[in-house]
């Protein structure tokens, strides 16, 4: 992006006409810019301190440190020359209100996303503690799986139920992501940045591959299955390398269940089912398969008293009725009605 382009995003930007894309951009032009070029920004949008409420979110201290930093140096470049703005109190409020002035410029863009593009399918964005700028992406209960390309050209695609968070940009020492939920990856491979996923009580380490997360907040168990290339799971001290078709069983809390357990040679295209819009199941547990049916068409699930244990062997397709799934399943001699419009009752 040249100063010129900033001007004119920053037109667009006050009247609230931007896109994220957009945004993203000027966030990383506004952290490499030149000194000079910041005070032109900076002095052009001091009217932001009148005209937004801006709230107390930021940059992160670190980046307004090495802001000051470059306009100390700016300043001793200069010498004699005349800054960018005429003050009284000279360098030090100088630099204070450049600093100032481009951090409400950052925490104005991160209000003025938050307020007028909240929840709109295309992703939102919010800052982490460190301050730096997150891109969101949620597919609700009851929602049809989602595909999404990361900036490194990584795709994602999301489950009902799930929600991924990382960086509008892959400029740190790796590509950090966070699930919650299910997802299935296609990662670009780079030696240069590994691909790491977060989910609740660890971390996978990626290379260049395919694999399936499934690591749900309202499940004591989460799986990683491997597809292809190498995957390698990290939960406190402990390390495990997958092989393709190897699945890591594990629970979310380091202090419960035991180690790491591989479960090797699994039937990956029922556990990848979903990918394209099917439930495949085999020899299920009866809730297990229940608990995939009421997230994925946003029903409470309520089993009567001595349902007896079963298994599902079959596949369900997502473009069926709610109904269809369910004559489907009475064909298996599972019993079910439908109470108040939101519950589903599995019945002796």
């Known amino acids: 992006m040249t100063l010129q382009e900033a001007r004119l995003f920053v037109a667009s ?31 052009e949008h001091e009217t932001l301190f009148d005209q937004w409420p801006i709230p107390a979110a930021g940059p992160s201290q670190e980046w307004i440190m090495q802001l000051e930093q470059r306009l100390d140096e700016a300043d001793g470049q200069q010498g004699a020359k005349a800054p960018v703005k005429k003050l009284e109190s000279g360098r030090l409020v100088r630099r204070i209100w450049r600093v100032a002035a481009a951090s409400v410029v950052l925490a104005a863009g991160v209000y003025l996303w938050r307020t007028q593009h909240a929840g709109q399918p295309g992703g939102n964005y919010a800052q ?18 989602q595909q999404y390309v990361l900036p490194d050209g990584s795709k994602v695609w999301l489950n009902a139920a799930s929600t991924l ?16 939920g299910e997802a299935f990856f296609e990662v ?25 997360v499934k690591a749900y907040e309202d499940e004591p168990v989460s799986k990683t299955t491997l597809i292809d290339g190498s995957v390698k799971i990290i939960r406190g ?38 990918k394209d819009g099917d439930l495949e199941f085999r020899d299920a547990r009866l809730r297990d398969v229940m ?58």
């Open 165 to 180: 968070s990382y960086p509008a940009s892959f400029t740190g020492k790796d590509r950090m992501v966070e699930l919650s």
């Open 13 to 43: 930007f006050i009247k609230g006409d931007y896109t994220p894309e957009g945004y993203a951009t000027f966030l990383q032009w506004l952290e490499k810019a030149s000194i000079d070029d910041l005070g032109i920004i900076a002095e």
């Open 291 to 348: 608990q995939q049916v009421g997230r994925c068409y946003d029903m409470l699930v309520v089993f009567e008293p001595n349902v007896p244990e079963k298994s599902f062997t079959g596949s369900l397709s997502r473009k069926s009725t709610l109904e269809q799934i369910l004559n489907q399943l009475e064909h298996q001699q599972i019993h079910c009605k439908i109470m108040d419009g939101k519950t589903i009752v599995v019945m002796h």
């Open 188 to 212: 670009s491979k780079t030696a240069i940045l590994p691909f790491r996923v977060k989910i609740k009580g660890a971390e996978i380490d990626v290379l260049g591959t395919r694999f399936n």
């Open 128 to 145: 982490n503690q460190q301050g730096a700028l997150l891109k969101i992406f949620s597919v609700p209960r009851g929602g049809l799986q």
């Open 237 to 274: 001290a402990e390390e495990v390398l997958l092989k393709p078709g190897d699945q890591a069983e594990m629970s979310f809390s380091p202090t419960d269940g035991g180690p790491v357990r591989v479960v090797p040679g699994l039937d990956v295209d029922a556990i990848m089912a979903w």
